[in-house]
């Protein structure tokens, strides 16, 4: 299964809102997690089950979706959320999306 | 606290082997599946492979099977991956990564710190 994130790059401001969105080239169910990756970092995990959030993940970011389309969106851009975002499904063997790489304007 | 401590990183050239280790500690280990996901310098995260919590399963990437071999040591806390036959193309920081089910959904809660794998001549 493919998944393709839009857009790749993304430039914002602190205390924008923005949305990151991933398609799936199957339908997934809710098998989708989002992943946050600063440079030379290991991933974290934001969200699971496409909406769930993860326990100490602030509660600016938020998922929804199902099947072929999601999307993680942050509510208000802290400083600290310039990072690439990485979409994952684990319907079937895991597969990660392309990234989107979202820096300060 | 929890955590995942990869080694055995380094340069090899092409056609050789490496093994990496993956240390666990602050959960119970032989309950959890475990998987290694690699990323190329500069590149987007690749899944590589999955073992059973208790080694009975395993699956590999289309990209490594046959050449890679992911396996584990209850007794001592550790994941492994044997990489042999590497390729340029195997270049990467290699994690290793705890799969945990939050009901009936799964996800990667915890990663290692990785560990660069260079093949070069």
């Known amino acids: 299964i493919q998944l393709t994130q839009s857009p790749s790059f993304l430039s914002a401001s602190v205390g924008d809102r923005v949305t990151i969105t991933c398609r799936a080239s199957q339908g997934v169910s809710s098998y989708l997690a989002w992943y946050q990756q600063k440079p030379g970092k290991a991933p974290k995990l934001l969200i699971y089950a496409a909406s769930t959030l993860q326990s100490g993940v602030p509660s600016r970011f938020s998922g929804s979706g199902s099947e072929t389309e999601f999307t993680l969106t942050i509510s208000s851009l802290q400083p600290e959320d310039f990072a690439t975002y990485y979409c994952q499904q684990l319907n079937t063997y895991p597969t990660f999306g392309q990234g989107t790489r979202l820096e300060i304007k | 606290q929890v955590q995942l401590v990869e080694s055995g990183g380094g340069v090899v050239q092409p056609g050789g082997s490496l093994r990496l280790s993956c240390a666990a500690s602050g959960f119970t280990f032989s309950n959890s599946g475990m998987h290694w996901v690699r990323q190329a310098p500069g590149k987007g995260l690749e899944w590589v492979a999955f073992?059973?919590?208790?080694?009975?399963?395993?699956h590999y990437a289309d990209s490594v099977k046959d050449r890679f071999t992911v396996s584990r040591d209850n007794s001592k806390n550790t994941l492994y991956l044997q990489m042999n036959s590497l390729r340029a193309e195997d270049t990467a920081v290699y994690y290793c990564a705890k799969e945990t089910w939050f009901g009936g959904y799964d996800a990667f809660d915890i990663w290692g710190q990785g560990t660069m794998v260079i093949v070069s001549s």
């Open positions: 073992i059973r919590y208790d080694g009975s399963y395993k």
